[in-house]
């Protein structure tokens, strides 16, 4: 497992830059470029995507997700990543069209961005299903007034 003093007794992390450098001459760690454009660390027998291991550098724990503000992959600059979830990080990505200098629209979507697009609304429609189920449950508790005074309250926000 990989520790907090451990990645420093490894790996420097320059904050401004972005950048990471061996502290040791070490064959068993790699910094290398992931085929999805992120910088990847092998280190200690495992890969760590490098906008990750320089959010644990710089505060000590590791996020569920870490979002790049300025969409760059590879700009791991502190100033740069921010701690987010799946929904608002989906807020963050490339528009998947572009007008171009000749006023051409780039509509090609790969089949990536298609399963991952699915993936968040599926995500979206479980988590509103589930505050649903919350809110019925409220409902159905409440008395035979307060329920028609609720669902009423629901209908015309």
């Known amino acids: ?58 505060y000590g724990y590791m996020p569920q997700m870490i979002d790049h503000i300025d969409r760059n992959k590879q700009n791991n600059k502190i100033e740069n990543l921010r701690e987010t979830n799946a929904q608002k990080n989906a807020l963050n990505r490339n528009p998947r069209r572009s007008i171009q200098c000749d006023q051409e629209i780039d509509t090609t979507v790969s089949e990536l961005d298609i399963k991952e697009e699915m993936k968040l609304v599926k995500q979206t429609i479980i988590e509103l299903n589930h505050r649903l189920d919350r809110l019925m449950t409220k409902i159905n508790q409440s008395s035979s007034d307060d329920k028609i005074k609720q669902i009423n309250k629901i209908i015309n926000s």
């Open 1 to 58: 497992m990989l520790t907090h003093e451990n990645l420093k007794k490894y790996l420097h992390y320059d904050s401004d830059t972005g950048t990471f450098t061996k502290l040791e001459d070490n064959s068993r760690i790699k910094l290398s470029t992931q085929s999805r454009g992120y910088h990847q660390i092998y280190l200690l027998g495992k890969s760590y995507l490098a906008h990750r291991i320089a959010w644990f550098y710089v």
